[in-house]
């Protein structure tokens, strides 16, 4: 049964490895960003769905993570391969050149998707340009802290030990959990605002009641 199995995965290994060769890589790593992107999208809107009677499954906001997703699979390709090019490394005897992809990628791509992200939802929901900024503003440092609790660490393993034909692939598998992060993040419906005259610690009454104008005594 074990042996069985084992020619399995080597079968399913050997019919797969044409999607991490030439230009099919390029379609693998696109296709792979696009479904988990909307894949996280699913997962979040499970959660909602539960947490919330009544609301139904959006199949047109995960089609927009899924194109989101796949817009952002090229510039992934291209870019391990620039950094690849930019600082050479192999294992721990080049750690100080995948230390330095590590910060690269943290200072560089890493805020280019997080308003990539916000932006082609945005165009994509119809949100004006000024609505899509507004949202950026008010959410990217929020994802970006986040980004460093997480992706530091993740990107180090990938540039030590991953091939390079699998390193979008490994992200991808990674994001499954961070793209249910993001959708929460894009999708979060705000606590409900505080009435009127409300601040923190109690309730102020910001105008006097309205009564009627009377005339006294000696008054014209």
């Not at 019919?15 to 997962?43: K, S």
């Not at 899924?66 to 080049?94: E, I, N, T």
Request: aromatic fraction near 14%; proline fraction near 7%.
């Amino acid at each position: 049964m074990a042996s069985g199995g084992w020619c399995w995965l080597r079968g399913l290994w050997a019919a797969g490895q044409p999607l991490f060769q030439g230009r099919a890589l390029l379609v693998t790593n696109t296709l792979g960003c696009g479904t988990l992107m909307a894949a996280g999208d699913g997962a979040r809107q499970s959660w909602e769905i539960r947490a919330r009677p009544g609301q139904k499954f959006d199949t047109r906001r995960s089609a927009s993570m899924f194109a989101v997703g796949c817009s952002m699979g090229p510039f992934l390709h291209y870019w391990y391969l620039w950094l690849d090019r930019l600082l050479p490394a192999s294992g721990f005897r080049g750690l100080p050149n995948v230390l330095g992809k590590v910060l690269v990628d943290q200072l560089v791509a890493s805020p280019m998707l997080g308003v990539w992200y916000f932006l082609g939802l945005g165009c994509l929901e119809g949100q004006t340009l000024g609505e899509s900024c507004r949202e950026l503003r008010d959410k990217f440092w929020e994802l970006y802290k986040a980004d460093w609790c997480v992706w530091p660490v993740a990107q180090l393993v990938n540039f030590l030990f991953v091939p390079p034909q699998f390193r979008v692939t490994y992200i991808n598998g990674l994001t499954l959990g961070w793209d249910t992060y993001l959708s929460y993040l894009k999708y979060r419906i705000p606590g409900p605002p505080a009435p009127p005259g409300c601040v923190a610690l109690g309730t102020v009454q910001t105008e006097l009641p309205h009564t009627a104008t009377t005339c006294q005594p000696g008054q014209d």
